[in-house]
């Protein structure tokens, strides 16, 4: 029962360099959600996706795109890093209001 | 729309203390409401949740919330504190109705700390 795997777990960018997050789920969830966590601001939505194909843009998503090519997967992409994306990012999924959230991936951007 | 906000930023306690989190929420459509516990450099684990039924919910290791929808507040309790309790507390809301793919909205998180 692995859940929501984030792939990697930390990572260390120049700004203006490129990356991509992985979230995968073995819980056959429809629906899945890329948030940020900041100090003293909880955690605010990136992009979501309600099924395989579609992406739709959550309170924050400037400076990022997604994909969900596949069910089971849902990439999060920074093109050009910016210090202001220094951040942890958790990738979630659910099904009926259950959500399973993945271990999140500590991002600094220097 | 919903918005959700913690009232605390940090409430510090001692051992076996009572405490109470606070968290009220706006929103102009009926909603679930969820605690999650983050531990240090650790992921959010869910702690109680409510749906419907019950306004009283409870979590395995001695939390409880009280729903309240005249006060549009979901305040977490636990009667005696543990150290091993010391995290961040984050509530959530979610619409209860339309489309089943509900977004979560969360507050800005209270650092509980107990103190021995």
């Known amino acids: 029962n692995a859940g929501v795997t984030q792939t990697p777990k930390f990572r260390v960018l120049k700004t203006g360099q490129s990356m991509t997050l992985l979230c995968a789920q073995d819980?056959?969830?429809?629906?899945m959600y890329w948030y940020r966590q900041d100090p003293g601001m909880g955690l605010r939505l990136i992009h979501y996706s309600v099924g395989e194909g579609t992406t739709a843009k959550g309170e924050v998503p400037d400076g990022y795109n997604v994909s969900r090519l596949k069910k089971q997967n849902f990439l999060l992409g920074l093109e050009s890093a910016a210090p202001s994306q220094t951040s942890v990012y958790f990738c979630?999924?659910?099904?009926?209001?259950?959500?399973?959230f993945g271990s999140g991936t500590r991002l600094t951007v220097v | 729309a919903q918005s959700v906000t913690q009232l605390d930023s940090q409430v510090p306690v001692f051992e076996e203390a009572p405490v109470e989190l606070r968290c009220n929420y706006s929103?102009?459509?009926?909603?679930?409401l969820f605690w999650y516990v983050q531990y240090p450099n650790q992921g959010l684990q869910l702690l109680l949740k409510?749906?419907?039924?019950?306004?009283l919910v409870e979590s395995i290791n001695g939390f409880e919330a009280e729903f309240n929808k005249s006060q549009t507040s979901f305040h977490l309790r636990k009667p005696s504190v543990h150290i091993s309790d010391t995290a961040e507390y984050f509530c959530?809301?979610?619409?209860?109705?339309?489309?089943?793919?509900?977004?979560?909205?969360f507050g800005q998180g209270t650092i509980l700390t107990v103190h021995p």
């Open positions: 819980m056959n969830h429809e629906y």
């Open positions: 929103s102009s459509v009926s909603v679930y």
């Open positions: 979630a999924s659910s099904r009926n209001r259950g959500y399973t």
């Open positions: 959530a809301v979610v619409n209860a109705g339309g489309t089943s793919y509900g977004k979560l909205t």
């Open positions: 409510y749906l419907s039924g019950s306004t």
